[in-house]
């Protein structure tokens, strides 16, 4: 029973901050790499931001500079700080963990928490 799950959602301003929260069960969390994505209606799930095992990230551009993923492996936790919110991040946001071990490849994803910025 794996389970990923989101909090740290709601409705803010543009301009404001929003802390997700992503706690991973079931999984040796430190032997995946964890992810972010969002998605809009309308629109295909996007990668928003990535964390390896090792701590390496990776952004989108589009919130290069005003998001931050982190992990903290004791806590089988991942955030995605949120900083310069835009109407255009109003998403729901997904969390994900990932292992690939040679052929075998796992992704799972949580249930997801709306983010809405108004203008």
């Known amino acids: 029973q794996v389970h990923l799950l989101e909090s740290g959602g709601g409705l803010v301003q543009a301009g404001g901050s929003l802390r997700l929260s992503c706690a991973a069960s079931g999984i040796i969390f430190s032997l995946h790499d964890m992810g972010w994505y969002r998605q809009a209606p309308g629109n295909l799930r996007e990668m928003v931001a990535f964390i390896t095992t090792g701590g390496s990230t990776n952004y989108a551009d589009s919130v290069k500079g005003r998001f931050t993923i982190s992990r903290d492996n004791g806590k089988n936790t991942v955030w995605l700080q949120m900083n310069s919110l835009k109407p255009d991040d109003t998403a729901v946001y997904y969390c994900?963990?990932?292992?690939?071990?040679?052929?075998?490849?796992?992704?799972?994803w949580g249930q997801g928490t709306q983010v809405t910025v108004s203008s």
């Open positions: 994900n963990a990932e292992f690939d071990w040679f052929g075998t490849k796992r992704d799972y």
